[in-house]
């Protein structure tokens, strides 16, 4: 985990391999801002197998599943994607589930994937190798950043690499800027370091087109100047707690003394079994306050931090457990940010907590605070309302709510949520039909929707 108080209390002065670098503010072409996702390795189906027969179900939600390889933290997974229907005579159901997925996407707001290459032995490729055959056909536009995982791929890359890379950045399905220049992703670079990472993109421009470096830091402090001198934009895996919108500007103000681009990565919640820990997203506020960051700073890329690892419930693809909310709150803000903020978007209600009040137990909350044990409910007004909730038996009425996004919060309780929205002279009335029960041992947000 990356020590953000260090960072902060150094003001990043833990770079000091940095003091060379070039003082310019990065250029800005124009306000064209790409969203990127990145596509983690949860595809929507792994078998092209029934919702109540497939991998998900038997292998990764079960706490048997795998061999039992994952029974001490009671299954890998807590949620899944939402079911779709499977047919056993589909030859090119990889693609055509792929397709589904980037369509899902571009509706949130997506311009393109940020696509984990995986290690060649793992026999994932096929999904890798979808993608670039089905994003140059999405109507209106969809791209491909080819991603370099560090953490996975040896700094003895070889060229096998360098040549997967080189064809899917010259591929008509590359994600591209509003220059049409191709976007190469990296993540946790340092772990290669700059000699190496140069010699990659040198043996990469002797075959590709030009590109841009984005670059996903885990470790600042462990980036040099070489590195930092490889790459165009600065990313970093900070954006998950409350505490990191500090962060995150101290990052931000170092890539622009440097002549770089900051790249704010959002996260909708972050929460992983596995590892027994958890960071506090409450509800959807740390969502959204990037997101409002990011709005204010007029930020020509962003980066949602997934798109569909459920390993880590850093998802924003829909699911079984939070249904679409976390894309309708994306939709939301990158259609303010690229100029079109009423751009298809509904009329919705959506319920946000937790199946019940979290008692930590063998769970480990990382980072500053305290757990958030509430209801919360999220909504688009298409005009000006009044908002009233009510849950077990305690209501906050009668709010006044302005047309565009907006929350209200209630202390967590058992029973069942119930909205009531007057708007126009007309109440509409949503009850949910998720109910709030004993205390849980699950840190992850669930949500319910109800899209009008």
Same mark, same amino acid.
């Given at each position: 985990?990356?020590?953000?108080?260090?960072?902060?209390?150094?003001?990043?002065?833990?770079?000091?391999?940095?003091?060379?670098?070039?003082?310019?503010?990065?250029?800005?072409?124009?306000?064209?801002?790409?969203?990127?996702?990145?596509?983690?390795?949860?595809?929507?189906?792994?078998?092209?197998?029934?919702?109540?027969?497939?991998?998900?179900?038997?292998?990764?939600?079960?706490?048997?599943?795998?061999?039992?390889?994952?029974?001490?933290?009671?299954?890998?997974?807590?949620?899944?994607?939402?079911?779709?229907?499977?047919?056993?005579?589909?030859?090119?159901?990889?693609?055509?589930?792929?397709?589904?997925?980037?369509?899902?996407?571009?509706?949130?707001?997506?311009?393109?994937?940020?696509?984990?290459?995986?290690?060649?032995?793992?026999?994932?490729?096929?999904?890798?190798?979808?993608?670039?055959?089905?994003?140059?056909?999405?109507?209106?536009?969809?791209?491909?950043?080819?991603?370099?995982?560090?953490?996975?791929?040896?700094?003895?890359?070889?060229?096998?690499?360098?040549?997967?890379?080189?064809?899917?950045?010259?591929?008509?399905?590359?994600?591209?800027?509003?220059?049409?220049?191709?976007?190469?992703?990296?993540?946790?670079?340092?772990?290669?370091?700059?000699?190496?990472?140069?010699?990659?993109?040198?043996?990469?421009?002797?075959?590709?087109?030009?590109?841009?470096?984005?670059?996903?830091?885990?470790?600042?402090?462990?980036?040099?100047?070489?590195?930092?001198?490889?790459?165009? =934009?600065?990313?970093?895996?900070? &954006?998950?707690?409350?505490?990191?919108? #500090?962060?995150?500007?101290? !990052?931000? /103000?170092? +890539?622009?003394?440097?002549?770089?681009?900051?790249?704010?990565?959002?996260?909708?919640?972050?929460?992983?079994?596995?590892?027994?820990?958890?960071?506090?997203?409450?509800?959807?506020?740390?969502?959204?306050?990037?997101?409002?960051?990011?709005?204010?700073?007029?930020?020509?890329?962003?980066?949602?931090?997934?798109?569909?690892?459920?390993?880590?419930?850093?998802?924003?693809?829909?699911?079984?457990?939070?249904?679409?909310?976390?894309?309708?709150?994306?939709?939301?803000?990158?259609?303010?940010?690229?100029?079109?903020?009423?751009?298809?978007?509904?009329?919705?209600?959506?319920?946000?907590?937790?199946?019940?009040?979290?008692?930590?137990?063998? =769970?480990?909350?990382?980072?500053? &605070?305290?757990?958030?044990?509430?209801? #919360?409910?999220?909504?688009? !007004?298409? /005009?000006? +309302?009044?908002?009233?909730?009510?849950?077990?038996?305690?209501?906050?009425?009668?709010?006044?709510?302005?047309?565009?996004?907006?929350?209200?919060?209630?202390?967590?309780?058992?029973?069942?949520?119930?909205?009531?929205?007057?708007?126009?002279?007309?109440?509409?009335?949503?009850?949910?039909?998720?109910?709030?029960?004993?205390?849980?041992?699950?840190?992850?947000?669930?949500?319910?929707?109800?899209?009008?």
């Amino acid at each position: 985990m990356i020590d953000r108080r260090a960072l902060l209390a150094s003001g990043l002065a833990s770079l000091p391999s940095l003091a060379g670098a070039s003082t310019a503010r990065p250029e800005r072409r124009h306000w064209n801002s790409l969203i990127l996702a990145h596509w983690h390795w949860f595809p929507l189906s792994f078998d092209n197998k029934s919702t109540t027969l497939d991998y998900y179900t038997t292998e990764y939600l079960s706490p048997n599943g795998e061999g039992g390889r994952h029974r001490s933290y009671d299954g890998y997974l807590r949620d899944r994607p939402q079911p779709t229907i499977r047919r056993n005579d589909d030859r090119f159901w990889v693609e055509h589930d792929m397709h589904q997925d980037m369509m899902l996407a571009k509706d949130a707001g997506v311009d393109g994937f940020q696509f984990n290459i995986p290690s060649f032995s793992s026999g994932k490729s096929v999904f890798f190798s979808a993608a670039l055959e089905v994003a140059g056909t999405i109507a209106g536009g969809f791209g491909v950043s080819p991603c370099v995982d560090c953490s996975i791929h040896d700094v003895d890359f070889g060229e096998p690499l360098v040549e997967v890379v080189a064809r899917a950045l010259s591929s008509k399905s590359a994600l591209r800027d509003c220059d049409g220049t191709a976007i190469l992703s990296v993540f946790a670079p340092e772990l290669w370091g700059g000699a190496a990472w140069s010699s990659f993109t040198k043996q990469l421009r002797a075959r590709s087109p030009r590109f841009l470096t984005y670059a996903i830091v885990v470790q600042p402090a462990h980036v040099t100047y070489d590195l930092f001198r490889a790459i165009d =934009l600065l990313g970093c895996t900070v &954006g998950d707690k409350l505490e990191d919108l #500090e962060y995150s500007e101290a !990052l931000r /103000r170092l +890539a622009a003394t440097h002549g770089k681009t900051y790249v704010q990565s959002i996260y909708p919640q972050d929460y992983r079994p596995y590892a027994g820990i958890f960071m506090e997203s409450h509800n959807t506020l740390v969502m959204r306050s990037m997101w409002e960051r990011v709005v204010e700073n007029k930020d020509q890329f962003v980066n949602l931090m997934t798109w569909n690892d459920y390993s880590e419930n850093t998802h924003i693809r829909p699911s079984q457990q939070t249904a679409s909310l976390f894309g309708l709150i994306c939709k939301y803000y990158s259609n303010i940010l690229k100029g079109v903020p009423e751009a298809g978007m509904p009329f919705f209600v959506a319920l946000c907590s937790r199946a019940g009040s979290l008692t930590p137990g063998r =769970l480990v909350l990382r980072g500053e &605070g305290e757990i958030e044990n509430s209801v #919360e409910v999220v909504y688009y !007004l298409p /005009r000006g +309302a009044s908002v009233a909730i009510e849950t077990g038996g305690r209501s906050l009425l009668g709010v006044q709510e302005q047309a565009g996004l907006g929350s209200l919060r209630l202390p967590l309780a058992a029973g069942r949520t119930e909205v009531v929205v007057a708007m126009a002279g007309e109440r509409r009335r949503f009850v949910s039909q998720r109910v709030i029960g004993p205390p849980v041992s699950s840190a992850l947000y669930g949500a319910e929707v109800f899209l009008l």
